[in-house]
């Protein structure tokens, strides 16, 4: 039977053999972890926010049931505090999604600034990644041709 040749060992050679630096990829990666940790850092202010407000409207809610709650003398003094707490938790509600939407805008903003950012430094790293490359392929290429227009001097190639 037919042996399926071993491309390991030709692989692994020409894998050394091209010109890789790594430090780039650590920028990158450095730069990722950079960006996650300031996402992360806005989502939780928001979070924080946001049960600030949560607390608070729970905490007027139930200050106005205190009233809803307290015996009243005659029948339509029932009917106007459940028209009272009904205004007021209305009230409540706008003022309180208010303050939500006000959060949803500065995440938004936040959002895009750091995407914003994060698109030129990429864009950095990419080109300063791309010169290193070019430069690097540039070397090689030349040590090639000087290694086939002189194969006598093996030391250059």
């Known amino acids: 039977m037919a042996k399926t040749p071993d491309f390991t060992k030709p692989f692994q050679d020409m894998m050394a053999n091209l010109p890789v630096d790594t430090s780039s990829m650590t920028e990158a990666f450095k730069s990722q972890a950079q960006l996650s940790e300031r996402m992360t850092r806005v989502a939780l202010q928001a979070a924080e926010r946001s049960t600030e407000i949560s607390a608070a409207w729970a905490k007027d809610t139930l200050a106005r049931m205190g009233e809803l709650t307290t015996s009243k003398d005659q029948p339509a003094d029932y009917a106007k505090?459940?028209?009272?707490?009904?205004?007021?938790?209305?009230?409540?509600?706008?003022?309180?999604?208010?303050?939500?939407?006000?959060?949803?805008?500065?995440?938004?903003?936040?959002?895009?600034?750091?995407?914003?950012?994060?698109?030129?430094?990429?864009?950095?790293?990419?080109?300063?990644?791309?010169?290193?490359?070019?430069?690097?392929i540039q070397n090689v290429a030349r040590q090639a041709q000087d290694a086939v227009t002189n194969p006598g001097n093996k030391d250059k190639a």
């Open 81 to 136: 505090a459940m028209s009272d707490f009904a205004s007021a938790a209305a009230e409540l509600a706008a003022e309180h999604m208010a303050a939500y939407a006000e959060v949803a805008k500065k995440v938004q903003m936040d959002t895009v600034d750091l995407l914003l950012n994060a698109g030129k430094e990429a864009q950095a790293d990419a080109q300063r990644m791309a010169q290193t490359a070019t430069t690097n």
